[in-house]
C-alpha cells in the first residue's frame, strides 16, 4: 500500500517509530506555507529557525534512505495550503493511504480532521511519541476535582515515571524547591557565553523576503544563534549541563538588563521542534547532577525538572482540556 505522511515543522523527530525502518511505499511530504506564516505575524527569528531546521531534517531522512518531497516557501509549486499539497501529492504519487501525527495545534488539529473526512482514501492519525503524557491525560487526573493544581499534576507525574525519586521518597526529601528559586541576580556570577553556532542565514533570509512575508524583530543573518539540527539541539543541551546548570534554580525567576538568558537553557526550540524530547533532556540533566553532586545541588535540577515534567506537561493538559473556549478566555485583559 501507497502511503503519504506528513511531517510539520514542528515533528522534527528522528527518534519516532516513522523513522525506524525505511520503506520504499512510503513518502512523506513536508511544506513551507503561507498557511503557516501568515495566521498570526511570526519573529523573523522564528521563521529562519523552523524553515532551516526543517530543511535539515528532509536532508537527514533523505540521507537514511527514506523517500520525501519538499515545498520551499519560494518554490512555484508550491499551493502554500495544506490541503492542497495533500491532494497533490496524493495525486501525483498515486497514495492509497494517508497519515499524520496529532498536531499540538487545536487550529491544525481541526484543519486535518477536515481533510480526512473529504479524502477517498484511508487516513490515520499517530501520536507524536514526545510528550510523557497523552493529550488527555491531565483531565483524566482532575476529573471531578475543582482546583487543578500544577503540584498535584507534577508530583504525580514525578512518581508515575520515576523521575528523582528514591523508592517512594522524592530525592532531596523534598517535593519542591522552588523557594530556593527565586534569587535576583546581582553579578555574583559570572554568566557563561551563549552558545552560538553562528550559522550564516543570509540566503533563506533573501527567500522570506522574497516570498514578501510579514515579520518583526531583528535577525543577525550571519550569526544565528539556535539550534536547527538535532546535532546542534545536543550540543545546547550538552552545554547547559556543563555551563549553567549549577546556578539555573537559584536565578530560573530572575531578569537582568545586561543579560539576554542568565543561566536559562536555550532547549525550548530544540523541544518544542521535537528535535529534542523532554525525556532525553530530563535523563540527561539527571544523570550529569549524579556524576557531580558535589557542584550542582539538588535544588538546580529539581527546579529545571519541574519547569519540564511539570509545567510543560501541565500547560499542554489544560490547552487541550479548555480548547477552543480557552483561546478566547483572556483572563489576565491584555
Not at 544523570?287 to 519541574?306: C, D, K, L, P, W
Request: net charge neutral; proline share 2%.
Amino acid at each position: 500500500m501507497k502511503k503519504l505522511r506528513l511531517i510539520l515543522g514542528d515533528q522534527l523527530d528522528l527518534q519516532h517509530s516513522w523513522f525506524q525502518e525505511t520503506d520504499e511505499n512510503t513518502i512523506y511530504v513536508m511544506a513551507e506555507m503561507r498557511q503557516e506564516t501568515d495566521y498570526v505575524k511570526h519573529h523573523i527569528q522564528k521563521v529562519v529557525a523552523f524553515f532551516l531546521s526543517m530543511r535539515n531534517f528532509y536532508t537527514t531522512i533523505k540521507d537514511l534512505g527514506h523517500q520525501a518531497v519538499y515545498f520551499q516557501i519560494t518554490y512555484g509549486t508550491n499551493p502554500q495550503d495544506l490541503e492542497k499539497i495533500i491532494a497533490l501529492c496524493i495525486e501525483k504519487y498515486e497514495i492509497e493511504k494517508f497519515e499524520y501525527q496529532l498536531p499540538d495545534e487545536y487550529r491544525l488539529d481541526e484543519q486535518l480532521k477536515k481533510i480526512c473526512s473529504k479524502l477517498k482514501i484511508a487516513s490515520e492519525a499517530f501520536d507524536s511519541e514526545h510528550f510523557y503524557t497523552t493529550r488527555n491525560e491531565l483531565s483524566t487526573f482532575f476529573e471531578g476535582k475543582k482546583l487543578l493544581l500544577m503540584e498535584n499534576f507534577y508530583r504525580n507525574m514525578r512518581k508515575k515515571h520515576h523521575v528523582l525519586m528514591d523508592g517512594s521518597t522524592p530525592v532531596g526529601n523534598q517535593w519542591n524547591f522552588d523557594a530556593n528559586n527565586r534569587k535576583k541576580y546581582k553579578g555574583e556570577v559570572p554568566v557563561p557565553s551563549e552558545k552560538n553556532f553562528h550559522t550564516n542565514v543570509s540566503e533563506l533570509v533573501a527567500q522570506i523576503k522574497e516570498a514578501r512575508i510579514t515579520t518583526f524583530g531583528n535577525i543577525d543573518a550571519k550569526n544565528f544563534s539556535w539550534p536547527t539540527s538535532r546535532e546542534q539541539s545536543l550540543a545546547i543541551l550538552d552545554y547547559f549541563c556543563k555551563n549553567l546548570l549549577k546556578h539555573f534554580g537559584d536565578y530560573e525567576d530572575a531578569m537582568h538588563t545586561d543579560e539576554k538568558f542568565l543561566f536559562h537553557s536555550r532547549l525550548s526550540f530544540a523541544m518544542n521542534s521535537k528535535m529534542l524530547s523532554p525525556k532525553e533532556v530530563i535523563e540527561t540533566v539527571i544523570s550529569f547532577y549524579h556524576a557531580n553532586e558535589t557542584t550542582i545541588s539538588i535544588s538546580q535540577v529539581e527546579g529545571f525538572v519541574r519547569q519540564i515534567l511539570g509545567w510543560r506537561e501541565y500547560i499542554r493538559g489544560i490547552y487541550w482540556k479548555e480548547m477552543p473556549n480557552y483561546a478566547q478566555l483572556n483572563v489576565l485583559k491584555n
